[in-house]
């Protein structure tokens, strides 16, 4: 008889007072992806008991799960971290040294290698999908749906670690005892050089961002004329690409910027145009809205985001709107249009 696994024997197997058929038990539910969300929420509940003697986290908007769930592990000899996501469809793909060696790779500021260097590794993400990676050095990144990442197999101790991000990325950066860099290359004009961290990097359309969770990073513009902006937790740097010389940098709820990574979608505020642009990127959509009204409506709360039709019909109620989807298009339109007789319609 499979035993059942629930909230109070995880608790008790993170203790390390389970037994020996329990402990078996939970450890193999523990590494099935699909129990993910739900081991996360346990553990969020039981966060100050099970973070006893892990690595210090961030504040309380964004605790660090992934490395307190890995810390749990190493303390209960359970070796290495599971996979948290479902497996991509094959986007494993191998550089051929010529495309690397480009000149308009290398003009870009982007890998150069000359033909005896070793293939980097590409790892990218279909749209509607995210997936993590685990770094030569143990850091992990979580691609966000339709990004890409480029790294080397392996790093020497004696140079950066350097990544390559096309789209968005949730870094999880470990620490080295060397105080090796670790940088995060970019097509927005900047880089991101970690001083123990964790952050996210989206770079969609015109627009970059980079948002600090966690410890401290150095955004380093490429204009020399630009001087480098030392993040603290909870600050956004923000950059567009028809205003280069302007650079937005505030304080933020960090929450919204990477919920995505546990397939949710925080709104806070959130208009209408803004969620149009994000379901475009995240799921390579049409979005038509045809109430025009519906670009300024504004919602706070919480969705999933794993099945798009889920999520539309999340929206539908959200906002009070009518989401109709045909094929790869998704039309918004108000569900009770204002109206004369009706002065309370929205």
Do not use: C
Request: hydrophobic share 40%; no cysteine; glycine share 6%.
């Amino acid at each position: 008889m499979q035993l059942p696994i629930t909230e109070e024997l995880v608790a008790r197997y993170a203790q390390g007072g389970a037994t020996v058929a329990e402990t078996a038990a939970v450890r193999h539910w523990l590494g099935q992806p699909a129990n993910y969300a739900q081991t996360q929420q346990w553990m969020r509940r039981h966060w100050e008991a099970l973070s006893a003697g892990a690595a210090p986290t961030a504040g309380p908007d964004d605790p660090d799960y992934e490395a307190l769930l890995e810390n749990l592990h190493q303390r209960l000899g359970f070796g290495q971290l599971p996979q948290l996501v479902p497996p991509a469809a094959p986007a494993w793909r191998r550089w051929a040294a010529a495309a690397a060696v480009a000149g308009a790779v290398a003009g870009g500021g982007w890998l150069l290698y000359s033909p005896r260097a070793v293939t980097p590794v590409e790892v990218a993400t279909n749209y509607g999908q995210t997936r993590l990676l685990r770094l030569p050095d143990g850091s992990r990144v979580t691609l966000n749906a339709h990004s890409k990442l480029r790294y080397a197999p392996r790093w020497a101790a004696d140079k950066p670690r350097e990544v390559w991000l096309d789209g968005e990325g949730y870094f999880a950066v470990r620490h080295q005892p060397n105080h090796q860099r670790f940088v995060v290359h970019t097509r927005a004009g900047f880089s991101v050089e970690v001083l123990g961290t964790r952050f996210t990097v989206n770079r969609r359309r015109d627009e970059a961002r980079v948002v600090l969770l966690a410890g401290k990073v150095r955004v380093d513009f490429d204009d020399p004329q630009r001087a480098d902006v030392i993040m603290r937790p909870g600050e956004l740097v923000e950059t567009h690409d028809a205003r280069p010389a302007a650079v937005v940098r505030k304080t933020v709820h960090t929450a919204p910027y990477a919920a995505w990574k546990d397939a949710r979608l925080v709104l806070d505020e959130t208009t209408i145009a803004e969620m149009a642009t994000r379901l475009q990127d995240t799921y390579g959509v049409e979005v038509v809205v045809a109430s025009p009204a519906l670009n300024n409506r504004k919602v706070t709360g919480t969705i999933p985001v794993r099945d798009l039709n889920v999520l539309l019909l999340a929206l539908e109620e959200a906002f009070d709107l009518q989401a109709t989807r045909a094929g790869n298009r998704i039309t918004l339109t108000e569900r009770h249009p204002s109206h004369p007789l009706n002065p309370t319609s929205k």
